[in-house]
């Protein structure tokens, strides 16, 4: 089975967040870069399945050089072999794009990417994949299981959870679910060294066109300042939930 891992290059959820030109771009400046968490979940699952089921891996972003360390930390954790698509990822379009075409020059039986990046948000590439391929797709997935060509997985849907039997070859956004984190890997110093032996292929973008741009970003307005009630005064309280937090 030839599986591949869609790998985001996203902010640290630590790094403090700025704009430039007029908050229309993000500031990179002194920000950490990591493997989006919905895609860390998908590479472990991938490499459990290279493990128990002698998978191959393989993990491909879309991005500038930039992105190669989260590609070769990638690599250390365990996957095989790595595909950076050299292109400013603009836009979810864009993106889907790039990826269906790797999938379709790498013929994968099964694609892992995260049901969301951390950054954006947007939630569509996946979807997008799918659509531009016509391969079977299961969004939120919690657990996948394959047998042969056979597809058990488990997903998140509004009030539970449910369970799809499908078949390869299969596009999934994947979630916390598909492993625990207390599963997710640290790479060891083998695992640092022997990535720096394995192949990152670069490839030229395919055109496509780029639907959406960013107008301008806002950050979320400062919390206002706590007022402190002393337990004894209940009436200041009530005329403060009456008149300024207008709750009661």
């Known amino acids: 089975m030839k599986i591949l891992v869609c790998i985001s290059h996203v ?5 403090k967040i700025n704009f430039t030109n007029g908050d229309s771009e993000f500031d990179t400046n002194g920000v950490q870069y990591v493997i989006n968490p919905n895609d860390e979940f998908g ?5 459990w399945f290279q493990e128990k089921q002698g998978a191959t891996v393989t993990v491909v972003n879309v991005g500038g050089p930039d992105t190669e360390p989260t590609l070769r930390k990638a ?21 889907a794009k790039q990826l269906a075409e790797v999938i379709k020059n790498g ?9 969301e990046s951390l950054d954006y948000n947007g939630g569509m590439v996946p979807g997008m994949i799918a659509g531009i391929l016509s391969y079977n ?5 919690t657990s996948v299981t394959v047998e042969g060509t056979n597809v058990t997985a488990v997903r998140e849907i509004d009030g539970g959870k449910e369970t799809v039997s499908t078949s390869l070859p299969l596009i999934i956004g994947g979630q916390k679910g598909l492993v625990e984190e207390k599963d997710l890997r640290i790479p060891n110093m083998r695992g640092i060294m022997t990535a720096r032996s394995k192949a990152l292929t670069i490839v030229e973008p395919i055109d496509a066109s780029t639907n959406t741009k960013a107008v301008k970003f ?12 002393s337990p004894d005064n209940l009436d200041e309280l009530v005329s403060l939930l009456h008149n300024e937090a207008k709750v009661i």
């Open 43 to 47: 590479l472990t699952r991938a490499i």
């Open 11 to 15: 902010p640290d959820t630590t790094s």
């Open 107 to 115: 013929n994968y039986d099964l694609v892992i990417a995260g049901k």
């Open 75 to 95: 690599l250390a954790i365990g996957a095989n072999e790595a595909i950076r698509v050299n292109a400013t990822p603009t836009d979810g379009f864009f993106v």
């Open 218 to 229: 806002e950050k979320p307005a400062a919390k206002s300042a706590v007022k402190l009630v």
């Open 137 to 141: 797709f299961l969004n939120s997935c």
